[in-house]
């Protein structure tokens, strides 16, 4: 007896701690209907809030198969325009819920699709990094929700000018907390079943929308999914996947079909929204934002003054539709740009900051004239009012205002140089030289900081060597005990993963995040530096190992006992 009750026991341990151990969330009812009423099914039990981390996954459609590929009970029936109120727990609608586990920062994003037996999505509505540091999880967890819809609630309107017809809804939450590594975001989605009906005269054809296709619209190198939430400071976040659909509308000139039947349902109380007839959305004739990414980082600074006084370099290929820009002058390294300008982005908006030296704004069209809101390393912030009132290519914009100080700007504008870049906006892979987007910690530190520029890629040839039959590991010239980096170099075989180990007592490998530079790179997220010497240990794509011992945190090159 006393062994049945012990084995009891250990199950229910198990059991809890498995729960427990999942502080994740799930979609539990939309407008007040049950869970499986109008949403898809989801895993059994506690796996129901078990997140995806694979994005070349077909889960990425619509949540977990072969349970997610099953219809829901019913269609929720819905007006365009109307609202949906979707309501996300951790274990259910329990006083002490807590929705999802506070380390799971990310954002929101809800797609809908006119076809359920093959989805093509379009965005309706998101939700990232705001101005107060907040992510759309931190206000989901919060007592209030996202925009006070209460406690674990979003709610998001069903566009006005969706026409009528069969739907689904694609909710996604990501969650950031291990974003620092490539491929270890989480995803947490879940679909619901609409028939929508519209009334109004202005539609949107669905055949003319621009849609994207789960699995195979996301990266795992994306910025808004590869993304450290551990740094000193948080990088500007870029949400992932398309912008929010906003069509020109027209009057349809073919009856929109009749709505389809669905199974009685009492949605909530609510009142159609009136029809929103959206301005013609413009798009650049044949300028959209460049395709191919620059050869190489700029590595002079503008030819203009270079003292404390800010400058601020365009990018030769910015326009109104993708602006970049390289902050010149001050001492102290700018860590984030935001803009306001005269239309659309009436507050101030954050630019991303980009590996290679520009602070890039892709969001949408910025009208002219615009100002730009600067904060430094050290939390100073200076404000730029109108100052940029014209985007010519490769021109500086040359002030007088400095951090520490405000003065109104007198603003100049030079024109481009031969030293300006002569190249286009960047995709997924990084120039060879700028600076890393992080620096190290600004607590317990010593006054070692990050690079403030960007390591050259490692020579082709490896350091020079009597033994090239050799892996050796080359250290970073601007590594130390808080920022380390190294190449690996002479490697006969891919190279999979590399891990670090310091010489503290407890210390276990740590995986290096590896990056678009040719290095792989430790940053302290804990405030805890490395304790030389290190051991480094390598791993190809085929499972060999190599453990290099005795490596320092400064710069220099190791040599291993063999080859990779």
Same mark, same amino acid.
């Given at each position: 007896?006393? /062994? ?50 694979? /994005? ?150 669905? *055949? ?30 870029? /949400? ?60 002079? *600074? ?263």
């Amino acid at each position: 007896m006393k /062994i049945h009750n012990k084995i009891a026991f250990c199950l229910a341990l198990t059991s809890f701690l498995l729960q427990s151990t999942y502080a994740h969330t799930y979609l539990s009812s939309v407008n007040g209907l049950a869970e499986f009423d109008t949403i898809r099914p989801e895993r059994p039990n506690y796996e129901r809030n078990s997140p995806i981390v694979d /994005i070349t996954s077909a889960d990425m459609t619509c949540g977990w198969l072969p349970y997610a590929s099953q219809p829901a009970n019913r269609k929720l029936p819905i007006a365009a325009g109307s609202s949906l109120t979707l309501q996300f727990w951790h274990d259910g609608p329990y006083a002490d819920d807590f929705v999802i586990d506070s380390s799971h920062r990310g954002p929101c994003i809800i797609y809908m699709a006119a076809d359920a037996s093959n989805p093509k999505w379009f965005k309706i509505w998101e939700m990232g990094l705001d101005s107060n540091n907040k992510f759309c999880v931190d206000y989901l967890r919060s007592n209030t929700g996202v925009n006070n819809a209460g406690k674990g609630k979003l709610t998001v309107q069903i566009p006005s000018w969706v026409p009528t017809g069969n739907y689904l809804i694609r909710t996604e939450i990501i969650a950031l907390h291990e974003g620092y590594a490539i491929g270890k975001a989480q995803f947490y989605i879940n679909c619901v079943e609409l028939s929508v009906t519209n009334s109004g005269s202005s539609t949107a054809a669905v *055949s003319s929308i621009p849609t994207v296709s789960f699995p195979g619209t996301y990266s795992v190198t994306d910025p808004g999914i590869f993304y450290n939430l551990y740094g000193s400071y948080l990088p500007a976040y870029i /949400i992932p996947g398309p912008t929010v659909y906003k069509p020109s509308l027209t009057t349809p000139t073919t009856p929109a079909p009749s709505p389809v039947t669905a199974a009685p349902v009492t949605p909530s109380p609510s009142t159609p929204a009136p029809t929103v007839t959206y301005p013609p959305v413009t798009y650049p004739p044949t300028t959209a934002a460049p395709t191919t990414k620059p050869p190489t980082a700029p590595t002079t *600074s503008p030819t203009t003054p270079t003292g404390d006084a800010i400058h601020i370099q365009i990018h030769p290929s910015a326009t109104v539709y993708w602006l970049a820009v390289r902050i010149a002058g001050p001492s102290v390294e700018t860590i984030k740009v935001e803009l306001k300008d005269s239309g659309s982005y009436s507050s101030y908006t954050a630019f991303a900051n980009t590996n290679w030296g520009y602070f890039v704004f892709g969001q949408g069209q910025v009208t002219l004239p615009a100002s730009l809101r600067l904060t430094n390393v050290n939390g100073q912030v200076v404000e730029l009012n109108n100052v940029i009132t014209t985007i010519t290519s490769g021109a500086t914009i040359t002030t007088s205002s400095k951090y520490g100080g405000y003065s109104a700007p007198t603003t100049s504008v030079s024109a481009p140089t031969t030293s300006a870049p002569v190249t286009s906006a960047p995709t997924t892979s990084a120039p060879v030289t700028a600076a890393p987007v992080t620096s190290a910690p600004t607590t317990s530190a010593p006054v070692t900081a990050a690079p403030t520029s960007k390591p050259n890629a490692p020579e082709t040839a490896g350091p020079t060597s009597t033994a090239p039959s050799v892996t050796k590991v080359q250290v970073h010239a601007g590594s130390s005990q808080w920022w380390f980096a190294v190449a690996i170099v002479d490697a006969a075989k891919t190279v999979a993963s590399v891990q670090v180990k310091d010489s503290t007592s407890e210390s276990k490998y740590v995986n290096l995040a590896p990056s678009d530079w040719g290095y792989w790179v430790f940053q302290s997220a804990t405030g805890q530096p490395l304790v030389a010497p290190l051991s480094i240990r390598i791993t190809s794509t085929v499972g060999t190992s190599l453990v290099v011992n005795n490596v320092p945190v400064t710069a220099g090159v190791v040599y291993g006992d063999s080859q990779l």
